[in-house]
Nanobody
Framework: QLQLVESGGGLVQAGGSLRLSCRAS????????MAWFRQQPGKEYEFVAA????????YNSDAVKGRFTISRDDISNTLYLQMNNLRPEDTAVYYC????????????????WGRGTQVTVSS
């Protein structure tokens, strides 16, 4: 399976910014789709954003509200999530996920997952 390792999480004040990274290794083939999900304590995984090899993106507009940008660098096999104007409601563990093909953007559709990185936004 593809190995994914997230980094870049931390504690920030409301209105601040963070850039999450997810480095992929373990496979020669570049994942077709890569995505970010997040999870708050006691809640289900929430889709944040996805990007395909073509560069086509999909956002959860209700969650992102124009503040986040997803990107990928296939040379370094790295996925990014630029998060601006962070709010306390963004506090969660953020996970990256990847797959060689796309069916639906649901957690069960992704075969590879990272272990997550904690993002905490204080008031």
């Amino acid at each position: 399976q593809l190995q994914l390792v997230e980094s870049g999480g931390g504690l920030v004040q409301a209105g601040g910014s963070l850039r999450l990274s997810c480095r992929a290794s373990g496979r020669t083939l570049t994942p077709y789709i890569m995505a970010w999900f997040r999870q708050q304590p006691g809640k289900e995984y929430e889709f944040v954003a996805a990007i395909r090899k073509s560069g086509r993106t999909t956002y959860n507009s209700d969650a992102v509200k124009g503040r986040f940008t997803i990107s990928r660098d296939d040379i370094s096999n790295t996925l990014y999530l630029q998060m601006n104007n962070l709010r306390p409601e963004d506090t969660a563990v953020y996970y990256c996920a990847a797959d060689l093909t796309e069916y639906n953007i649901d957690p069960g559709d992704f075969s590879s997952w990272g272990r997550g990185t904690q993002v905490t936004v204080s008031s």
